[in-house]
């Protein structure tokens, strides 16, 4: 990121919310370079290039625009984990900068007293697992850690809460409203964040008197408002590019093509087939550590429990764990597919290829292309915290054919194809680095509708650059949507036909 850029839409940022009365915080402190093990990598940087590249978007936010809180980093700055990182948060922020605000870790990034307590940090998220009087208490009394150390700790939060009228008001538990001044504001960025990437042979914009057919198809076509992780917030509504398109343009067919859903679920979950036996764990704990309640032996994954799933499981939370393994009888292209409530995920040979922190119940699916004869590791994971239902399903088989022989004469015969392609909240968000190439599929997506119909524009979610040399020369245009937000639909539709020009940046 270009230090000034970050440091100017920043200081805005954290202006728009604390209007607001609530405390803006700034993440992730600091040298977060990549998200793959973020845990435990360690970011070896000279003082120099951090005070002149990573340090100053933040410098910008506490000293002009005033931000009450600061998020330590996973990962370790030169040895030292960031939320125990005396130089990073006392002589730099607190220091050289006068932050007067609170330090606190991201969720789980502190790992031990003495070196989170004496190295700046003020509070413990989620929970003191660390910073607690039993922890603390026998520092204090030896001496190791200082009285006056713990007073600047409290001092901060309460000035932080004084501050911002914590202490002068009840807190609200309504949340945000669906206020159409919001929904008028969410397409209003959608709109000045599309970018044209690619527009050959008058493409786009699309007529929208002489165009009466445009097929809509992909993995995307649902649509993705938003990231994974903590970028994920559930939209009060959505807008897909499909319903944007029949908005924009109601005289014109606008024919779906959805991807697979619960009917291929249904089709593959009784025949799946595991290398023997799955073994099923009921787990108790946190993410800090679960144990075994009770292992079970299964065939199938295939389930709605409406009591206590086995013997000492408590109905209203728990873990449930299958790993196994799977082999494929042939070379090719496989599809797996997952429905349940909550964190769920699938890990296929110590990859994650589904996961989502809030699923409401949705089927999930990814592609992978697996060899024949190789055992692959499996597992599949799901919580279920006494919300939604406590129903699972899972299954994995051959994928089917891109489009069929009736869906490719729907794309041959249109005006105009939308492919819209990319990432999505399992692929893309904090914790993991995804890859550089769309998921499996959709190249070959891509270029089998462009070799049906040559006015086929591609309109990809992603959060950053993607792969597209072996299929961009086949088609004619292509947009960047990012994760456009609970209006994006409308935005791509009005961008396609015109009705706003699609003028973002890269």
């Given at each position: 990121e270009d230090?000034?850029?970050?440091?100017?839409?920043?200081?805005?940022?954290?202006?728009?919310?604390?209007?607001?009365?609530?405390?803006?915080?700034?993440?992730h402190?600091?040298?977060?370079?990549q998200?793959?093990?973020?845990?435990?990598?360690?970011?070896?940087?000279?003082?120099?290039?951090?005070?002149?590249?990573?340090?100053?978007?933040?410098?910008?936010a506490?000293?002009?625009?005033?931000?009450?809180?600061?998020?330590?980093?996973?990962?370790r700055l030169?040895?030292?984990?960031?939320?125990?990182?005396?130089?990073?948060?006392?002589?730099?922020?607190?220091?050289?900068?006068?932050?007067?605000?609170?330090?606190?870790?991201?969720?789980?990034?502190?790992?031990?007293?003495?070196?989170?307590?004496?190295?700046?940090?003020?509070?413990?998220?989620?929970?003191g697992?660390?910073?607690?009087?039993?922890?603390?208490?026998?520092?204090?009394d030896?001496g190791?850690?200082a009285l006056?150390?713990?007073?600047?700790?409290?001092?901060r939060?309460?000035?932080?809460?004084?501050?911002?009228?914590?202490?002068?008001?009840?807190?609200?538990?309504?949340?945000?409203?669906?206020?159409?001044?919001?929904?008028?504001?969410a397409?209003?960025?959608?709109?000045?964040?599309?970018?044209?990437?690619?527009?050959?042979?008058?493409?786009?914009?699309?007529?929208?008197?002489?165009?009466?057919?445009?097929?809509?198809?992909?993995?995307?076509?649902a649509?993705?408002?938003?990231?994974?992780?903590?970028?994920?917030?559930?939209?009060?509504?959505?807008?897909?590019?499909?319903?944007?398109l029949?908005?924009?343009?109601?005289?014109?067919?606008?024919?779906?093509?959805?991807?697979?859903?619960?009917?291929?679920l249904?089709?593959?979950?009784?025949?799946?087939?595991?290398?023997?036996?799955?073994?099923?764990?009921?787990?108790?704990?946190?993410?800090?550590?679960?144990?075994?309640?009770?292992?079970?032996?299964?065939?199938?994954?295939?389930?709605?429990?409406?009591?206590?799933?086995?013997?000492?499981?408590?109905?209203?939370?728990?873990?449930?764990?299958?790993?196994?393994?799977?082999?494929?009888?042939?070379?090719?292209r496989?599809?797996?597919l997952?429905?349940?409530?909550?964190?769920?995920?699938?890990?296929?040979?110590?990859?994650?290829?589904?996961?989502?922190?809030?699923?409401?119940?949705?089927?999930?699916?990814?592609?992978?292309?697996?060899?024949?004869?190789?055992?692959?590791?499996?597992?599949?994971?799901?919580?279920?915290?006494?919300?939604?239902?406590?129903?699972?399903?899972?299954?994995?088989?051959?994928?089917?054919?891109?489009?069929?022989?009736?869906?490719?004469?729907?794309?041959?015969?249109?005006?105009?194809?939308?492919?819209?392609?990319?990432?999505?909240?399992?692929?893309?968000?904090e914790?993991?680095?995804?890859?550089?190439?769309?998921?499996?599929?959709?190249?070959?997506?891509?270029?089998?509708?462009?070799?049906?119909?040559?006015?086929?524009?591609?309109?990809?979610?992603?959060?950053?650059?993607v792969?597209?040399?072996?299929?961009?020369?086949?088609?004619?245009?292509?947009?960047?949507?990012?994760?456009?937000?609970?209006?994006?639909?409308?935005?791509?539709?009005?961008?396609?036909?015109g009705?706003?020009?699609?003028?973002?940046?890269?």
């Open positions: 230090p000034l850029l970050a440091g100017a839409i920043a200081t805005e940022i954290v202006g728009g919310i604390q209007s607001q009365g609530v405390a803006a915080t700034l993440k402190y600091a040298a977060n370079n998200e793959t093990e973020r845990g435990t990598i360690d970011a070896r940087i000279g003082e120099r290039a951090l005070r002149e590249i990573y340090l100053p978007a933040f410098r910008a506490v000293e002009k625009g005033g931000a009450w809180a600061v998020m330590s980093a996973y990962n030169n040895g030292t984990y960031c939320s125990a990182s005396d130089w990073l948060n006392d002589k730099v922020l607190k220091g050289d900068w006068g932050f007067r605000g609170v330090v606190m870790s991201d969720w789980g990034a502190a790992h031990d007293t003495l070196g989170v307590a004496n190295g700046g940090l003020d509070l413990e998220m989620p929970s697992r660390y910073m607690n009087p039993q922890a603390l208490g026998p520092l204090l030896s190791k850690v006056a150390t713990i007073d600047d700790k409290v001092r939060i309460l000035r932080l809460e004084v501050a911002n009228g914590f202490l002068d008001r009840d807190p609200s538990e309504s949340g945000p409203k669906d206020d159409p001044r919001s929904d008028a504001v397409l209003q960025v959608a709109r000045e964040a599309i970018v044209l990437l690619k527009n050959e042979n008058g493409a786009l914009p699309l007529s929208v008197k002489r165009t009466k057919t445009v097929v809509v198809l992909g993995p995307n076509a649509g993705y408002p938003t990231g994974g992780g903590s970028a994920h917030v559930e939209p009060f509504h959505y807008v897909s590019v499909a319903e944007g029949q908005k924009a343009a109601p005289k014109v067919k606008v024919d779906v093509i959805p991807g697979p859903g619960p009917a291929l249904d089709a593959l979950v009784a025949t799946a087939p595991y290398e023997g036996p799955l073994k099923l764990e009921f787990l108790k704990g946190d993410r800090h550590g679960r144990t075994a309640i009770a292992t079970l032996s299964e065939t199938r994954i295939d389930h709605s429990w409406r009591e206590a799933p086995a013997p000492g499981v408590d109905p209203s939370g728990y873990w449930a764990r299958w790993t196994g393994a799977i082999r494929a009888p042939s070379a090719g496989f599809i797996f997952l429905r349940g409530h909550g964190n769920v995920s699938v890990n296929l040979d110590g990859r994650k290829i589904i996961g989502s922190w809030s699923s409401p119940g949705d089927t999930l699916y990814a592609e992978a292309a697996l060899e024949a004869g190789r055992s692959y590791p499996i597992e599949v994971m799901v919580r279920y915290d006494g919300r939604g239902s406590p129903a699972v399903r899972f299954a994995w088989g051959a994928a089917p054919a891109l489009l069929s022989d009736d869906e490719a004469r729907r794309v041959r015969a249109a005006d105009a194809v939308v492919v819209c392609a990319g990432f999505n909240l399992m692929l893309e968000g914790g993991a680095d995804r890859t550089y190439e769309l998921p499996a599929g959709q190249p070959e997506l891509i270029r089998r509708a462009a070799a049906l119909n040559p006015r086929t524009i591609v309109v990809l979610n992603s959060g950053a650059s792969a597209t040399a072996d299929w961009l020369g086949q088609v004619p245009a292509l947009v960047q949507a990012w994760y456009p937000g609970q209006e994006g639909g409308r935005a791509v539709a009005e961008a396609l036909f009705a706003v020009n699609p003028s973002g940046k890269l």
